[in-house]
């Protein structure tokens, strides 16, 4: 099995910091990485993609990748309490085929 | 909004049913994948068609079975339901050999 490892939370941060999401994996062919937001009750949303080392910044959102060290996280600046949800990292080795996903992180962002 | 639909958003069915969920991709996307995901865990990939054919298959039982029309809308079917197919039934879009995917709101499905 292909494991997406992450740390289930959950983890609290106050308003206005910076919260750090981490995720690592075991598939050295993995080639495709997504970050998802899923607010309580609802479908994953995409906010993240990234396909090579290094960091890709949108908006108060950056991704940043490891292939060598297979990590890939996710920082969030100026975090507010509308951040507060589940964070999944995802991965695929193929493109066109199946998403593998970790359980998720869950972020509480505190007033 | 994603522009992936599915219908219904909620259903209760009993054990040993059958269930049809059905899912509109979003304009322009061409594979559609469905995926499980039960209360706090991250989803599992059940299989995903393009061409109307299915391209690849997640660890579920032949019970769980797909159509993918020309429109590019799927379907998702379950026979024998059992009390652990109780779960989050996802939809994501995407175009074929594109990475990113786009999921619909999901469909509850409680077995009792």
């Known amino acids: 099995q292909k494991e997406v490892e992450q740390n289930s939370g959950p983890l609290s941060v106050p308003e206005g910091a910076i919260a750090s999401l981490n995720c690592t994996y075991s598939?050295?062919?993995?080639?495709?990485f997504f970050w998802y937001r899923q607010y309580s009750g609802k479908s994953p949303e995409l906010i993240m993609s990234?396909?090579?080392?290094g960091d890709k910044e949108d908006g108060r959102f950056t991704a940043q990748l490891n292939k060598a060290s297979q990590y890939v996280s996710l920082l969030i600046r100026d975090s507010q309490p509308s951040d507060s949800a589940t964070y999944l990292c995802?991965?695929?080795?193929?493109?066109?085929?199946?998403?593998?996903f970790g359980k998720g992180t869950s972020l509480l962002v505190t007033p | 909004e994603t522009g992936v639909t599915q219908s219904p958003t909620h259903l209760i069915k009993t054990r040993g049913q059958q269930v049809t969920l059905r899912c509109s991709s979003q304009?322009?996307?061409?594979?559609v994948s469905w995926y499980q995901q039960a209360l706090g865990q991250g989803p599992q990939f059940i299989f995903q068609?393009?061409?109307?054919?299915?391209?690849g298959r997640g660890n579920f039982p032949p019970r769980f079975s797909g159509l993918q029309f020309p429109n590019y809308s799927s379907e998702l079917n379950v026979n024998a339901l059992e009390l652990d197919d109780s779960a989050l039934y996802l939809c994501?879009?995407?175009?074929?050999?594109?990475?990113?995917?786009?999921f619909g709101q999901g469909t509850r499905l409680t077995v009792v």
């Open positions: 994501a879009s995407s175009f074929w050999g594109g990475a990113e995917a786009f």
């Open positions: 995802a991965l695929n080795s193929n493109s066109g085929y199946a998403l593998n």
């Open positions: 068609y393009y061409r109307e054919e299915e391209n």
């Open positions: 304009s322009g996307h061409n594979t």
């Open positions: 990234i396909y090579s080392n």
């Open positions: 598939d050295r062919g993995s080639q495709s």
